[in-house]
């Protein structure tokens, strides 16, 4: 029956495969009134295909034959084939006239299998007894029938459903611009719709060091992706050398390569032919061992964007003969993949390229808001420099003729006291002064001047002291000597920003004076910049008064300083002081809260906050002492500074 095979390997109809088999079996084994039905599933109905041409002008058998009706439904519903030499034979369930009785002698049916599933039927008679050879061979040509319809049928299913598989890959491609995700897809849906053991991307990645560095270099390739049987190991990974040397001239002539059989491959096994030497035909084969493949099916694609990769679709324990309708629906899977590709890459490019964009606009923003905030600090900067030589200068000024009181005032008492003890003596001689000494002692009180003499003396003392306190306070302020790191005194730079701001904190209206009170715990002096951390002390207990206007009830600031720890990043811990500035003001909104120290920034009306105090403050504090500056506040609940600077 090698006819058969011959037949059924051939591309064409089930129909004219059909037709053509009969006409062999009507040839060789001298059968007649061939019949053959194929299984349709969804109305479980034999349909028939074909018949032979007898010339017998009645229908023997009908074209729709139920399971379980009549010998042939039987016959394929119980997977049995009937065979019987009595032609008058009730069960044959058929009616046989006298032409018929008169040319055959035997009559079969036998159920088409195809791995144990119905996919049709054949019936015929015989002229003579069906002998145990020829029922030996019937057996395995039926066999062959059945996997033939059973492949013409998955084909033509195939085929039908091609429209509808591709519209439904493209939409599942569509649905993500992942790469990785649409190859995932692919594998899956090419191992479900092609029904083999195993489906691999591989991507092919060039050489990226060629050329004069490095021309011997191997590109890479890896298979990325897998769809196979649970029982299969998977080839995941990069391939080595020896198969990328065999991969790579199938891959970059973008030709197809396919083998039905390993084993019966003439250029598998020792042929060679045009493209490819006889050496690389062995390296195939040694891959496809390797790989356990029987038969495989290996489709490269490429990008519009250069990008190279291979569909690998592969049988593991069988051969398979790949059909037109196969190759033409993988061409298609594969350039709805390149595309699809093409478009994930494209976007992850124009994402990198937003991303990029993005990210220099965010840089230019950032930099523009340095410069603004390096702009406004040196304004503060020039501000507060401005304002320390002011100062200093007033306190230069003040100093010269405070010192000049003081230093004459000595010389003053001692006057007041020769003076005034001559006086004594003169009353002591002159009882009795003239008229007109007595009239202007009485009239300028000589002895409310001689008591008050001293008093007065003392009362210009205490002024200039007091006038020198402030201009010592006003040159330990401004420390313009002072602009590099030095020990200093905290509670001092406290107390002196409070005497600048004394106007500020006590007015005529009793009602609206600020309390300060302090809690000053014993902490010793800590190396900074003094006269940036005043800078720091002003611009928080100004804030605090500002924000203690609207308070109707006691207004208060409290200045606690304590000293404490802080562990750095690193573990270790070091000393620190903290200082905390609290008022019982309104509070600060949650919302508020997290942007206090941005740079312009302001909770305040327009024309009475810059943004900047705390921003500068927050710098000085952070970033040139290496401390931390933090506001802990709630609506309704004041607000605390808390300042934390290391001692060294």
């Known amino acids: 029956m090698h006819e058969i095979q011959t037949i059924l390997s051939q591309e064409a109809t089930l129909e004219s495969l059909l037709t053509r088999c009969i006409i062999v079996l009507e040839e060789v084994l001298k059968l007649g009134a061939i019949h053959v039905w194929t299984f349709n599933q969804r109305n479980c109905l034999l349909e028939l ?8 002008n009645q229908s023997l058998f009908p074209c729709q034959i139920p399971l379980g009706i009549s010998v042939i439904g039987l016959t394929a519903q119980n997977q049995e084939p009937y065979l019987t030499n009595e032609l008058d034979h009730p069960l044959c369930m058929i009616q046989v006239d006298d032409k018929i009785k008169d040319h055959f002698q035997a ?64 939409s599942q491609m569509q649905n993500t611009l992942d790469v990785d995700r649409i190859l995932s897809v692919a594998v899956q849906e090419i191992q479900e719709i092609f029904h083999i053991d195993r489906c691999n991307f591989i991507w092919y990645w060039p050489n990226q060091y060629g050329g004069d560095r490095n021309p011997n270099q191997l590109p890479t390739i890896a298979i990325t992706h897998e769809a196979k049987r649970d029982h299969l190991d998977s080839l995941m990974g990069d391939c080595s050398p020896e198969y990328i040397n065999v991969l790579s001239p199938q ?121 603004k905030q ?21 306190a230069h000024e003040l100093n010269n003729p405070v010192s000049f009181i003081s230093g004459n005032l000595k010389y003053a008492r001692s006057y007041f006291q020769d003076l005034l003890s001559l006086i ?151 000393q620190t002081v903290k200082i905390m500035v609290i008022d019982n003001g309104p509070g600060i909104s949650p919302e508020h809260l997290n942007h206090l120290f941005e740079p312009f920034f302001t909770t305040k009306e327009v024309g009475k906050g810059t943004g900047l105090g705390l921003a500068i403050s927050y710098q000085i504090i952070v970033e040139h002492h290496r401390g931390t500056l933090t506001c802990e506040s709630a609506l309704g609940e004041g607000a605390q500074f808390v300042i934390e600077i290391p001692v060294n």
């Open 374 to 394: 390096t702009q406004a600090q040196l304004i503060q900067s020039e501000k507060m420099s401005g304002l320390g030589q002011l100062v200093a200068g007033i």
């Open 107 to 170: 009559f079969a049916a036998y159920p088409l299998l195809a791995a144990n599933q119905l996919v049709g039927a054949l019936a015929f008679f015989s002229p003579t007894p069906l002998s145990a050879k020829v029922q030996q061979i019937l057996g395995w040509v039926m066999t062959t029938l059945g996997y033939a319809i059973a492949y013409h049928q998955s084909q033509d299913q195939l085929q039908s459903r091609q429209d509808t598989i591709l519209h439904r890959l493209a």
């Open 49 to 56: 295909n074909c018949q032979s041409i007898h010339s017998f």
């Open 251 to 371: 891959i970059l002539v973008l030709e197809r390569f396919e083998v039905t059989d390993i084993e019966s491959d003439r250029r598998l096994n020792g042929g060679a032919e045009a493209g490819i030497g006889a050496s690389q035909y062995q390296g195939m084969y040694d891959l496809l061992k390797d790989w356990n493949l029987k038969a495989c099916l290996l489709y490269p694609l490429s990008t519009h964007l250069g990008q190279l990769g291979a569909i690998l679709c592969g049988q593991a324990h069988e051969k398979r003969i790949w059909t037109d309708i196969e190759r033409d629906l993988l061409r298609a899977i594969a350039g709805q993949l390149s595309s699809a590709i093409n478009q994930a890459e494209l976007h992850a490019r124009t994402k990198a390229s937003a991303f990029a964009a993005q990210a220099q606009a965010h840089q230019l923003t950032e930099t523009l808001n340095d410069l």
């Open 424 to 574: 004594t003596l003169y009353q002591s001689h002159y009882k009795n002064p003239h008229p007109d000494i007595q009239s202007l002692i009485d009239e300028i009180d000589l002895g409310f001047l001689m008591d008050d003499c001293e008093r007065l003396l003392k009362s210009v003392d205490m002024g200039a002291d007091r006038i020198s306190q402030v201009v010592l306070s006003l040159r330990n302020f401004s420390r313009l000597d002072e602009a590099e790191i030095k020990q200093v005194d905290i509670h001092e730079g406290l107390d002196n920003t409070l005497l600048i701001l004394k106007h500020r904190l006590h007015t005529n209206d009793s009602r609206r004076t600020i309390k300060i009170t302090k809690y000053y715990g014993e902490i010793s002096s800590i190396n900074c910049h003094a006269g940036s951390l005043n800078q720091v002390f002003m611009s928080l207990l100004n804030n605090a008064i500002d924000a203690l206007e609207s308070v109707t009830d006691e207004r208060e600031i409290e200045l606690v300083t304590l000293p404490s720890t802080m562990t750095l990043v690193t573990g270790e811990t070091i």
